[in-house]
């Protein structure tokens, strides 16, 4: 079985342009939650969707938005890209039922120049 | 959200147990207590997973007392390859996720 895939794995941007980042969770995962993390710090929680609801919003600007789609896959749009928007963008899934765990993929490493 | 404390870093040896413990004294009451470990430019792996008394697994126990106001991870026979950075979280574990700083763990030769 397929783990949590995101693509791409490496992204080099101009500051002001926009980004869009994929996801494909586990098969039979409805939950998709994004996190970002810079270097040296935990992950920091940005969008959780679930059945393409969004169910949680972390304290991001709203240069960053989400969705996510019926066949449960989910990208991540940020805009207008800032320096400090460089981080590793993670992905992760789970069932999104009673306390079951999230998978995480392996990350997409944004870099804006 | 509950937060949690753990320690920085720590340091091992090869064939040692590593033992890491957790503070988070508000825990909600269903709230569950989930390890995660994570490699430089990975993404953090599902360790394991519990609400009270004693969760083993094949890489590791957790062990939560009564009170459920801290946890330990017990990390037996380290190797090499389990130097990691290793996260606890508290909450509901297929929801928001809040990460600490984690606690950086050396295993030496």
């Known amino acids: 079985d397929a783990g949590v895939t995101q693509s791409p794995t490496h992204l080099i941007k101009t500051r002001g342009q926009q980004v869009t980042l994929r996801c494909s969770p586990i098969?039979?995962?409805?939950?998709v939650s994004w996190y970002q993390q810079v270097l040296g710090q935990g992950p920091q929680f940005i969008f959780q969707y679930y059945e393409k609801e969004e169910r949680g919003r972390g304290n991001f600007p709203d240069r960053f938005s989400a969705r996510q789609f019926p066949n449960y896959s989910s990208e991540l749009n940020v805009n207008a890209l800032l320096l400090g928007d460089s981080a590793l963008y993670l992905c992760?899934?789970?069932?999104?039922?009673?306390?079951?765990?999230?998978?995480f993929g392996q990350g997409t490493r944004l870099t804006v120049v | 959200l509950a937060k949690t404390t753990q320690p920085i870093s720590m340091d091992s040896y090869e064939g040692q147990e590593v033992n890491i413990t957790c503070s988070h004294n508000?825990?909600?009451?269903?709230?569950?207590i989930t390890w995660y470990q994570q490699f430089p430019s990975q993404g953090p792996r599902f360790i394991i997973q519990?609400?009270?008394t004693k969760v083993t697994n094949e890489v590791a126990s957790l062990f939560i007392p009564a009170d459920r106001k801290s946890s330990t991870l017990s990390l037996p026979r380290v190797s090499l390859s389990d130097t990691a950075v290793y996260y606890c979280?508290?909450?509901?574990?297929?929801?928001?996720?809040?990460f600490g700083g984690g606690t950086r763990v050396l295993v030496k030769p």
């Open positions: 508000n825990i909600a009451t269903n709230d569950y």
């Open positions: 519990g609400y009270k």
């Open positions: 979280l508290v909450g509901d574990p297929g929801n928001k996720l809040t």
């Open positions: 098969s039979g995962h409805k939950s």
């Open positions: 992760a899934s789970s069932s999104g039922q009673g306390n079951a765990e999230a998978f």
